[in-house]
């Protein structure tokens, strides 16, 4: 796969998140600011919560709306209690107002979030 268009610059407020689901895996956007775009696994690696229903915090970190698990947006290493691992972090740039995405491109070592059965 190669970088796919999944949104434009006007359909994410800075500071906020968003939900792709085109791709083979669900991704999170997030806006960092006018130019900077992160797209991560959309799955919290605690009890394997929605991520883009989490919010951004001023250390450019994303926390869980669940249980406050927190990623770093760079590494996507766990900063912060419960969360039991990174998660992954895409290939993500902007082109003209485009927000593109390549999933095949992930930038950490960060196993995919699964829900484990009990």
Do not use: W
Request: hydrophobic share 40%; aromatic share 4%; proline share 5%.
């Amino acid at each position: 796969m190669a970088f796919v268009v999944v949104a434009n610059l006007d359909d994410i407020e800075v500071g906020d998140t968003m939900l792709v689901e085109e791709l083979r895996e669900p991704v999170c956007l997030i806006r960092l600011d006018d130019d900077d775009v992160r797209a991560i696994h959309n799955t919290c690696t605690h009890q394997q919560q929605p991520l883009h229903e989490g919010r951004l915090d001023d250390d450019d970190t994303l926390i869980c709306a669940s249980h406050a698990s927190r990623y770093n947006l760079t590494t996507g290493e766990a900063v912060g209690v419960f969360a039991c691992g990174a998660i992954p972090v895409y290939a993500c740039k902007i082109e003209d107002d485009a927000i593109l995405v390549d999933i095949d491109q992930q930038l950490n070592d960060a196993p995919l979030p699964r829900h484990n059965p009990r």
